[in-house]
C-alpha cells in the first residue's frame, strides 16, 4: 500500500460531510425487479434513517439460467426513486459498460461486489472508467479472505483519484459449512480499521448471514466494532423476492432494527469509556465463539479416534500421547504469556471431556 492511501484522510471526507447522528445506512432490495417494486420499497423507506437506496440491476449469479437482473431500465426506476422520494441511489457496477449507464443515470454510489474485487482486471477496468469521478465508491470485500486483495483494490481506485472511498465487508466463502452464508472473520476488519481508521467501513449483514433472523446481531457486533454503517437487503415480499429471499427484511423490520440497535455516539469521555469496552468485548464475543467452535471440532476428531479405539479393542488413556500433548501445549503457551499452571487446568478439562466421550463410544 502506498504511503499516501495511508495518510490519506480524504477518503473519509464524505462520510464527515453527511453530519448523520446515526450510522450510515444503505437499504433497499437486493435486485430491481419491476417498476412498482422499486418505487414501492423506496416509498417505505423515505422518511427513514436509509441514506442510500440499493437496487441491484446487474446481478452476478452463481449459476446460469437464474434471474441476471432486469439491466439499465432499472437505471430509470432508480432515477424516479431520486426524484420523487429524494432518496439517493445506489447499485453494482462490474465493468465499464456498467459504469458508463450508472454515471449517465447520475446513480450517486456504486459498489464493486465481491465477485468483481477477486479479479484485479475488473477492478482496474472499473478503476479507469470512474477516473476522477465525485461518486461514492464502495468495495466489497473479496470472496476469499484476502486483506491484500481488498486493499489493493482501494489502491487501485485511489491512484485513479477517487477521492470518496469506502469498503463493504460483506464475509467470506468457505467450503466447511457453517451458521453463516459468508463468515465475518471480524479479526479482518478490525485489522482493515487499524491500519486505515479513515477509510470508512460499512458492513452487510444480508450477505454475511444469509439469514434475516442473524441480521440484528450481526449489525450490533459491527457497530459494537466502530463500523461506519449499514447495508441492509429490503424488500416488502422478501420470501418472493427474485434474489436473496431468505436473507432480505421488511421495511417495517428494518425501521425496527435501526430503532433496537444500541448506537454509541462519541462525545464524552464516558461515553468513550463504554465505546472501548464495548469494542473489545465485541472482540472478545467472537473469540469466545471460536474457541467453542473448536473445542467442538477437536471433540468430533475424539469421537472418531473413539470409534477407531472400540474396533481395535485399545484402552480409552494412552498416557505417553497425553504427556506429550501436555509437555507441547506448555511450551506453546509460554511463548503466548499463558501460564502452566493454566495450561495444566485447561488441557485437564479437555483431556477430561475427550475420555468420557470416548468411554461412552467404547462402552455403547
Ligand atoms: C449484492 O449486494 O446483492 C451482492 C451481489 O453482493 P455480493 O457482491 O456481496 O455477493
Ligand atoms: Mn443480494
Known amino acids: 500500500m502506498s504511503i499516501e492511501m495511508e495518510n490519506s484522510k480524504q477518503m473519509r471526507t464524505w462520510l464527515d460531510d453527511m453530519k448523520l447522528d446515526h450510522p450510515l445506512v444503505i437499504a433497499g432490495p437486493c435486485s430491481a425487479e419491476t417498476e412498482e417494486q422499486v418505487m414501492r420499497i423506496a416509498n417505505e423507506l423515505k422518511d427513514t434513517d436509509v441514506n442510500y437506496y440499493r437496487a441491484g440491476i446487474w446481478k452476478p449469479r452463481t449459476r446460469p439460467g437464474m434471474f441476471e437482473g432486469v439491466g439499465a431500465l432499472g437505471l430509470k426506476w432508480l432515477q424516479k426513486v431520486k426524484k420523487e422520494t429524494g432518496l439517493k441511489t445506489a447499485t453494482e457496477v462490474a465493468n465499464r459498460a456498467h459504469v458508463e449507464l450508472a454515471l449517465e443515470h447520475d446513480i450517486d454510489l456504486l459498489w464493486i461486489g465481491a465477485r468483481s474485487t477477486v479479479s484485479p482486471f475488473i477492478v482496474q477496468e472499473i478503476a479507469d472508467a470512474l477516473e476522477g469521478t465525485d461518486k461514492i465508491v464502495l468495495i466489497k470485500n473479496p470472496v476469499n479472505p484476502d486483506l491484500a486483495l481488498w486493499l489493493g483494490a482501494v489502491e487501485r481506485l485511489h491512484t485513479a483519484n477517487i477521492k470518496n472511498l469506502g469498503v463493504i465487508h460483506r464475509g467470506f466463502s468457505t467450503y466447511e459449512k457453517s451458521k453463516y452464508r459468508n463468515i465475518p472473520e471480524w479479526q479482518m476488519a478490525i485489522e482493515l480499521q487499524t491500519k486505515f481508521p479513515d477509510l470508512p467501513i460499512i458492513n452487510d449483514p444480508s450477505h454475511i448471514t444469509g439469514n434475516r433472523d442473524m441480521i440484528f446481531d450481526v449489525s450490533q457486533t459491527?457497530?459494537?466494532?466502530?463500523?461506519?454503517?449499514?447495508?441492509?437487503?429490503?424488500?416488502?415480499?422478501?420470501?418472493?423476492?427474485?434474489?436473496?429471499?431468505?436473507?432480505?427484511?421488511?421495511?417495517?423490520?428494518?425501521?425496527?432494527?435501526?430503532?433496537?440497535?444500541?448506537i454509541r455516539k462519541e462525545s464524552n469521555e464516558e461515553m468513550e469509556y463504554t465505546n472501548n469496552?464495548?469494542?473489545?468485548?465485541?472482540?472478545?464475543?467472537?473469540?469466545?465463539n471460536q474457541v467453542i467452535d473448536i473445542l467442538?471440532?477437536?471433540?468430533?476428531?475424539?469421537d472418531s479416534i473413539g470409534a477407531l479405539k472400540k474396533q481395535k479393542n485399545v484402552a480409552v488413556l494412552q498416557s505417553n500421547r497425553w504427556n506429550a500433548i501436555l509437555g507441547n501445549m506448555i511450551l506453546e503457551g509460554e511463548a503466548r504469556g499463558l501460564s502452566e499452571e493454566f495450561i495444566l487446568k485447561m488441557f485437564k478439562a479437555i483431556h477430561q471431556e475427550s475420555i468420557n466421550h470416548q468411554e461412552k463410544i467404547i462402552n455403547g
Not at 464495548?278 to 473469540?287: E, G, T
Not at 467442538?296 to 475424539?302: E, L, V
Open 296 to 302: 467442538g471440532k477437536r471433540m468430533k476428531i475424539s
Open 222 to 262: 459491527a457497530l459494537d466494532l466502530n463500523f461506519d454503517g449499514l447495508m441492509i437487503e429490503t424488500h416488502y415480499d422478501p420470501d418472493n423476492a427474485w434474489s436473496d429471499a431468505a436473507q432480505q427484511v421488511t421495511p417495517e423490520k428494518l425501521i425496527q432494527i435501526m430503532r433496537d440497535l444500541k
Open 277 to 288: 469496552l464495548n469494542n473489545l468485548r465485541a472482540q472478545i464475543d467472537i473469540i469466545d
